[in-house]
């Protein structure tokens, strides 16, 4: 499965870089494929360590904030691996033959 994942801590004031750190750094020692935008940290795996990351995730902001809201979008396809390259691979190549 791949999870797109924004955790925003609140109540914190307008600076929230230092709590997303805490859930990207846990995302990132999981040892998952993740990659971080802007706006959503992606995660690649099976459902039961993928929601394990996510819970820890929101652990560590909630450790530093009061409160936080969780956005997440899950593509779920049994048996499929390497699909968070294979997927931007695909469109790069459909751009490249237009």
Same mark, same amino acid.
């Given at each position: $499965?791949?999870?797109? *994942?924004?955790?925003?801590?609140?109540?914190? @004031?307008?600076?929230? @870089?230092?709590?997303?750190?805490? +859930?990207? %750094?846990?995302?990132?020692?999981?040892? *998952?494929?993740?990659? !971080?935008?802007? *706006?959503? !940290?992606?995660?690649?795996?099976?459902?039961?360590? &993928? $929601?394990? &990351?996510?819970? /820890?995730?929101?652990?560590?902001? $909630? +450790?530093? +904030?009061? %409160?936080?809201?969780?956005? *997440?979008?899950?593509?779920?396809?049994?048996?499929?691996?390497? /699909?968070?390259?294979?997927?931007?691979?695909? &469109?790069?190549?459909?751009?490249?033959? $237009?």
């Amino acid at each position: $499965m791949i999870v797109a *994942l924004s955790i925003t801590p609140l109540g914190v @004031g307008d600076d929230v @870089g230092r709590p997303v750190a805490e +859930a990207v %750094r846990v995302i990132r020692a999981s040892g *998952l494929p993740n990659q !971080t935008t802007a *706006l959503f !940290t992606t995660i690649e795996g099976e459902w039961d360590e &993928v $929601m394990a &990351v996510v819970k /820890a995730a929101t652990d560590a902001v $909630m +450790a530093v +904030a009061p %409160r936080c809201s969780i956005v *997440l979008k899950a593509d779920i396809r049994p048996g499929v691996t390497n /699909a968070m390259t294979a997927k931007v691979e695909s &469109v790069e190549r459909h751009l490249a033959q $237009m």
